[in-house]
T-cell receptor
Framework: KAGVTQTPRYLIKTRGQQVTLSCSPI?????VSWYQQTPGQGLQFLFE???????NKGNFPGRFSGRQFSNSRSEMNVSTLELGDSALYLC??????????????FGPGTRLLVL | AQTVTQSQPEMSVQEAETVTLSCTYD???????LFWYKQPPSRQMILVIR??????QNATENRFSVNFQKAAKSFSLKISDSQLGDAAMYFC?????????????FGTGTSLTVIP
């Protein structure tokens, strides 16, 4: 099976712009989670989508939003970019069974630089 | 709220030696999963090992094994016969068993250096 894919891999934007990142989960995985990774803050949970519905949300401002499509692919959007949004954005997918998700499998990430 | 603590920001080990990375967590749940992930310089997060809390037997994957102490809420990772390719950032993670959410909680990571 193909792994989790994320596009684009690298992105440079300027303050005030908006950006959309895409994630395609492993085939059959219906749960997709997004994380922001920065050197100072580590891995911060953004949100999780399952069956096109947001189930969990981390402590991020409303500028960060996401959605999931019927094929489980997910996008996250950041509006009005700030310098502090520069980070590695990781997407992870999970197979949901009776006991919930057993494991998250991560994509290679999208490195966003805001100038 | 669940928290995961990795008290060792950096560790080093001689090639072929054994190293243990520490992780503690805080939870009031009795059923949950614990994970160790590895993030090499490529930044790709790779699952190393997984432990289910209801299983008393410690998980093992080749050179990687865990010491799961449920009462102490401790979950350490032992890497035997360390190799240069083991050099990476290692993250401990926790997830409670739930069908209503899939939130994983990560520690701040331990950077492992392998000395040739």
């Amino acid at each position: 099976k193909a792994g989790v894919t994320q596009t684009p891999r690298y992105l440079i934007k300027t303050r005030g712009q908006q950006v959309t990142l895409s994630c395609s989960p492993i085939s059959g995985h219906r749960s997709v989670s997004w994380y922001q990774q920065t050197p100072g803050q580590g891995l911060q949970f953004l949100f999780e989508y399952f069956s096109e519905t947001q189930r969990n949300k981390g402590n991020f401002p409303g500028r960060f939003s996401g959605r999931q499509f019927s094929n489980s692919r997910s996008e996250m959007n950041v509006s009005t970019l700030e310098l502090g949004d520069s980070a590695l954005y990781l997407c992870a997918s999970s197979l949901i069974r009776g006991r919930g998700a057993e494991t998250q499998y991560f994509g290679p990430g999208t490195r966003l630089l805001v100038l | 709220a669940q928290t995961v603590t990795q008290s060792q920001p950096e560790m080093s080990v001689q090639e072929a030696e054994t190293v243990t990375l520490s992780c503690t967590y805080d939870t009031s749940e009795s059923d949950y999963y614990l994970f160790w992930y590895k993030q090499p310089p490529s930044r790709q997060m790779i699952l190393v090992i997984r432990q289910e809390a209801y299983k008393q037997q410690n998980a093992t994957e080749n050179r990687f094994s865990v010491n799961f102490q449920k009462a102490a809420k401790s979950f350490s990772l032992k890497i035997s016969d360390s190799q240069l390719g083991d050099a990476a950032m290692y993250f401990c993670a926790y997830r409670r068993v739930s069908n209503t959410g899939n939130q994983f909680y990560f520690g701040t990571g331990t950077s492992l250096t392998v000395i040739p």
